[in-house]
Nanobody, 125 residues
Framework: QVQLVESGGGLVQAGGSLRLSCAASGRTFSIYTMAWFRQVPGREREFVAGISGSGGRISYADAVKGRFTISRDNAKNTVYLQMNSLKPEDTAVYYC??????????????????WGQGTQVTVSS
């Protein structure tokens, strides 16, 4: 059974930075796409960033391009999201997710079968 545990959320002022981590266990980490999504109460969960199993393919939502960086350390079974130049509109619960298919790079929400519990990120103005 896959377990994903996020950490690193918190309260930060606009313009600041945070680094989220997601530790995975339960199956071979390096062959699955990992991604970060976020959700604001009352709104749909939205894609933030995704990275292929090898780390060779990366994709970002337009809203975070140039500010956020996704990376992974397959030796540590961990995926990261470095968030810089944070804005109040980045405030959300951030979730990491693991892809369903081995060696696939698909980034729709339905392509992910395992989710973490979420970590709150609050950016004050």
């Amino acid at each position: 059974q896959v377990q994903l545990v996020e950490s690193g959320g918190g309260l930060v002022q606009a313009g600041g930075s945070l680094r989220l981590s997601c530790a995975a266990s339960g199956r071979t980490f390096s062959i699955y796409t990992m991604a970060w999504f976020r959700q604001v109460p009352g709104r749909e969960r939205e894609f933030v960033a995704g990275i292929s199993g090898s780390g060779g393919r990366i994709s970002y939502a337009d809203a975070v391009k140039g500010r956020f960086t996704i990376s992974r350390d397959n030796a540590k079974n961990t995926v990261y999201l470095q968030m810089n130049s944070l804005k109040p509109e980045d405030t959300a619960v951030y979730y990491c997710a693991q892809g369903l298919g081995r060696f696939e790079f698909r980034l729709q929400e339905s392509d992910f079968g395992s989710w973490g519990q979420g970590t709150q990120v609050t950016v004050s103005s």
